[in-house]
């Protein structure tokens, strides 16, 4: 089988790293894994020592540096041993056996599975996302059945995506100065620049346990805030750019009329 290196970034995810570890080892017992903790203040590297697997290497950050420059640390350790392929994986994932065949043998250099997710208990399909180049928006093609079939996309999702070692050798790693969000739409938009192909793999699933039902804190939304305006001066057209701010103010306006 090709190399294959899989990079997981956690911050307090205790309760999901180690199903998520324990399913992708039982999967793949010979799977190299490296873990990036951004400075988790639960028992979270604690719990994964305590699983004893030789093929596992842990990167400890002194603080959290968000999903961008995390992931590229890994990245680079990976490449370093000879990755061929990279796959970054959500903690909040259930690797499951067979997702990862179908996903190698696609030929696009970027592929994602399909995600199966749960909300309002419904079971939801994720079809990977577009991008609306007029707002600097992005929108993930969901469908409460499993159609399997290829839909025309811009990026797969950050929670499990495959890439190429040939893809960061031509455009590098992940923009790190996304914290949080965006930095997948703009990788594979990056890529889809450079000529290499982004997919998703219909034969591929993958389920992603959302969470539901929990209010937020102000730091997630002024990080998809923030990001939200670097995709925007960096992937809309100066034209349409006052159309995509006041958008984005419409936005900040709705997040804190919705916290009164």
Same mark, same amino acid.
């Given at each position: 089988m090709i190399k294959v290196f899989v990079i997981i970034s956690i911050f307090n995810n205790q309760k999901d790293i180690i199903p998520c570890l324990e399913s992708l080892i039982k999967a793949y017992p010979k799977i190299n894994i490296i873990v990036i903790d951004n400075a988790s203040a639960d028992n979270s590297l604690k719990s994964i020592l305590s699983l004893k697997y030789e093929r596992l290497q842990i990167i400890r950050n002194k603080k959290n540096l968000g999903f961008a420059k995390a992931a590229n640390k890994g990245i680079e350790l990976a490449l370093r041993q000879s990755a061929e392929?990279? +796959?970054?994986?959500?903690?909040?994932?259930?690797?499951?056996?067979?997702?990862l065949e179908p996903l190698l043998t696609n030929p696009a250099e970027i592929v994602g599975p399909i995600l199966k997710?749960?909300?309002?208990?419904q079971w939801f399909y994720d079809f990977g996302g577009k991008v609306n180049f007029w707002i600097g928006r992005t929108t993930h093609l969901e469908r409460t059945k499993n159609i399997k079939q290829n839909a025309k996309i811009d990026y797969v999702s950050g929670a499990c995506?495959?890439?190429r070692r040939k893809v960061f050798e031509k455009i590098g790693f992940?923009?790190?100065?996304?914290? +949080?969000?965006?930095?997948?739409a703009d990788f594979c938009l990056r890529a889809k620049k450079a000529g290499f192909k982004v997919a998703l793999e219909p034969k591929s699933m993958m389920i992603h346990k959302l969470s539901e039902g929990k209010k937020k804190p102000l730091r997630y939304f002024y990080h998809l805030v923030r990001s939200n305006l670097i995709f925007i001066n960096t992937w809309v057209s100066f034209y349409r750019r006052p159309i995509a701010y006041f958008y984005l103010w419409l936005l900040v306006f709705k997040i804190l009329l919705n916290r009164i």
């Open positions: 392929t990279v +796959l970054l994986l959500n903690p909040d994932t259930l690797p499951r056996r067979g997702f997710f749960k909300r309002n208990n995506m495959l890439i992940l923009d790190e100065r996304y914290f +949080l969000f965006f930095e997948d």
